[in-house]
């Protein structure tokens, strides 16, 4: 399907079509990895797959040797099948059904699913939970995320947070999160 990427190439690419910024490396290469082992579409949201599309519109380019550049994405909701709307001066993606809304770096990629009021409140509290345990402590983000995403029984790239897009996975998270904070306070005591 694709050619696998290095990172330095893509960075390169990126920076040559002069459209590096806010762009997650690991992101890109992780996603041409986990397309070329075939991983399952039907899984995956919406939104998902119109990222997954960004990423092979940007090595089609690599291989072309042509620049890229970033628009918003296009495509249809999962919450009410209807296509998305992209606010640019707000950076965000909005159903105009449910109002359910995702913001957006400044590459377009959302920072993770769309979301309702509720869902969005919910995410906010795990962020602050989540946020707490790392944050001055002996972990970095990436080592928490791994650690959740192992509890979750889920990849590193499918752990985040924003990715929560009901109450039952919030759950899911609140708990993992709980665990996970009991096993790094056990870790600095033994320190």
Known sequence: MTSNIMAGDL???LKKSKCFFGVDVLFYTTT??????????????????AKQKRVLTIVSDMKKGVNSVFMPLQFKTDCCDVDVSFNRETMIYNCSHC?????????????????????????????KQFDGIWLGCSLDRNEAYELLASKLNVGRESAH????SN???ASEYYHSIKWLKAENQNRLATL
Request: aromatic share 4%.
């Open 99 to 127: 109002h359910s809304k995702v913001k957006a770096h400044r590459d377009f990629m959302p920072f993770g699913e769309l979301a309702n009021r509720r869902v969005s409140k919910i995410r906010q509290q795990l962020h």
């Open 11 to 13: 960075v390169r690419h």
């Open 167 to 169: 109450e039952q996975q």
């Open 161 to 164: 947070i924003g990715l929560v």
């Open 32 to 49: 041409v990895k986990n397309l070329e082992r075939g991983i399952d579409n039907c899984k995956v949201s919406n939104l998902q797959k």
